[in-house]
């Protein structure tokens, strides 16, 4: 258990920004997230899934996100999605945003069979608009995900996933833009759902000074 638990914290430190982000300004977040997993039979699911981030020290609510999304079974290892997502973003001093994203996603697995050590890819591709704002964004999500048993049916999560614009608009930059690595649990309570605790690091790349934000992240997962 200790061996796995060093390999996920050595691999994550191993993906975190440069040393850079000494400079960074740095926030304090809560954030919490419900999914759920729908088989709607065949080859094809329903993917649910709405988030509330609480920043400035976790002391507001500054961004909501609700995030649905219909998904084909390619195979029993790769899903194919098609969604949309609605984001409300409320920072302290800007006004407030409403996003509006349509998205297309592979998620699959690489390594492993879901029981041992599984390293498992989800590629999305967004098209981001802002209600009175110009332009579309166009931005691409790579996240890989490394999962290992520590104890019964606990397992240990680690993972990284980089944000890059594929264009400029006035309110996305080219280039990397975010950066998330989480490290933690999954936790089963029963057949149905699986709760995933942990620290969530956000590197935020900025025209100015850059911000890192420290997250205690809550998930809680649902297969139907």
């Given amino acids: 258990m200790f061996r796995t638990a060093t390999a996920l914290a050595s691999a994550l430190a191993l993906l975190l920004p440069p040393a850079a982000a000494l400079a960074a300004e740095e926030d304090a977040n809560i954030w919490l997230a419900q999914t759920a997993t729908v088989d709607l039979g065949g080859s094809i699911v329903l993917w649910l899934e709405a988030q509330e981030r609480f920043t400035d020290d976790a002391s507001r609510l500054g961004q909501l996100l609700v995030r649905p999304a219909i998904g084909y079974r390619i195979d029993p290892t790769t899903t194919a999605y098609l969604g949309y997502a609605y984001v409300m973003t409320d920072p302290t001093g800007p006004v407030r945003t409403h996003e509006h994203r349509i998205f297309q996603q592979l998620s699959f697995r690489l390594l492993g069979d879901g029981k041992g050590v599984t390293l498992t890819g989800r590629t999305r591709l967004e098209q981001r608009r802002l209600e009175g704002r ?46 998330r690595n989480f490290a933690g649990v999954a936790i089963p309570a029963g057949k149905t759902f699986t709760i995933e605790p942990g620290y969530l690091n956000q590197y935020v790349v900025r025209t100015g000074r850059d911000r890192i934000d420290h997250t ?9």
């Avoid at 205690?216 to 139907?224: E, G, P, Q």
Wanted: proline share 4%.
């Fill in 216 to 224: 205690a992240s809550l998930t809680l997962n649902a297969s139907f």
């Fill in 134 to 179: 110009d332009g579309t964004g166009w931005r691409m999500r790579q996240q890989l995900r490394l999962s290992a048993p520590l104890s019964g049916k606990v397992r240990a999560i680690a993972w990284t996933e980089p944000f890059v614009g594929l264009n400029e608009t006035t309110f996305q930059r080219g280039g990397l833009g975010l950066w």
